[in-house]
């Protein structure tokens, strides 16, 4: 048994609590709104994972301090754009001995840091290894237990091994992998790709449209990946084509939802509403432009997406444009 604080108690946060306690380990969850917590202690249940009761054996502590006194390891469960804050927060109880796992999926701006960055930013050396976490996984469907594959990811495998270790159960496995870069630039980058996929659905076009989307975008999220450091085969296993797909195919998608509404004439601020929960590809977009630029990375599909939903581009001429691009081989 390990002792483990999930700082978040939004969807992803609470299903891997339940798992983690499941797999028999000592459980706290921590949130910077303590009405959550309250909640989630009084009723057992998220009100956005249907069917899921919570073990009794997680604790709430709306303290950070005391949540994070004495955990082997610190599940950073926040959205991309908390996980700064949110690390500064943590950073006065943050001991040597802890393994930090994010599995938050984004690029910060204008740092361009991802959510490893961020953490090994603020905390420097002082936590025992930072783990990415990612892959293509609901949370929907992990705190239903049904069959979810995922990888650990760090440049220390032996520590990828131990957060293995700590998640993997008969429903829940776990990969390791040393390329952090390419496992984060591709959870950040898929959910963009969502986006365009929901895009092109509200716009009415089909499941080939859908199909080439889902793999040139693969082919540019790869291509800014490896330019970045990342290995090709990433972008082709979990973290990558996986993730990628899972989240421009799923109903439980928040950025192909927020896409398809996109698409369907809704702004994006609309969108946001109505879906009613985070959608991370919209906070990525202007950090993957900007690493587009830096490493003179040509990403056409990222930038017609900017085009629609940034600067009120019409949908069809968008992908007019895509579909209108010089001749070339794949």
């Avoid at 009723?43 to 005391?66: A, D, S």
């Avoid at 830096?294 to 600067?311: F, Q, T, W």
Wanted: glycine share 10%.
């Amino acid at each position: 048994m390990v002792k483990v604080t999930v700082l978040g108690a939004g969807t992803w946060g609470i299903a891997l609590a339940r798992l983690l306690a499941v797999n028999g380990h000592q459980v706290t969850v921590w949130s910077a709104i303590p009405a959550e917590l309250e909640s989630l202690e009084r009723t057992g249940v998220h009100p956005n994972l249907p069917g899921m009761v919570l073990p009794k054996e997680i604790r709430y502590q709306p303290q950070i301090g005391p949540a994070l006194e004495g955990s082997d390891l610190v599940l950073f469960a926040v959205p991309s754009v908390f996980v700064r804050s949110t690390a500064e927060k943590a950073k006065p109880y943050i001991t040597s001995h802890q393994i930090l796992v994010d599995v938050a999926k984004g690029v910060e701006t204008p740092t361009l840091l991802t959510m490893t960055g961020i953490l090994r930013d603020v905390l420097g050396d002082t936590p025992a290894g930072i783990v990415a976490l990612s892959g293509p996984t609901h949370a929907e469907e992990v705190s239903l237990d049904l069959p979810t594959a995922i990888v650990s990811a760090c440049e220390d495998e032996e520590i990828a091994k131990k957060v293995q270790d700590i998640f993997m159960n008969n429903n829940f496995r776990v990969y390791t992998n040393t390329d952090v870069i390419g496992v984060e630039i591709g959870g950040a980058l898929k959910n963009i790709m969502a986006l365009c996929v929901g895009i092109s659905s509200g716009l009415g076009y089909g499941d080939n449209a859908k199909a080439a989307l889902i793999t040139r975008g693969n082919a540019e999220m790869a291509r800014l990946g490896c330019a970045m450091g990342g290995q090709l085969t990433t972008f082709m296993g979990l973290a990558g084509l996986g993730d990628l797909v899972v989240t421009c195919t799923s109903r439980h998608s928040r950025n192909f939802r927020a896409g398809m509404l996109i698409g369907q004439g809704k702004t994006k601020e609309e969108a946001k509403a109505q879906v009613g929960m985070v959608v991370e590809g919209l906070n990525a977009l202007d950090a993957a432009l900007l690493l587009a630029e830096k490493y003179g990375v040509e990403m056409p599909i990222v930038s017609a997406a900017d085009a629609v939903i940034n600067h009120g581009a019409d949908g069809q001429e968008a992908v007019a444009m895509l579909m209108g691009r010089q001749r070339k081989a794949e």
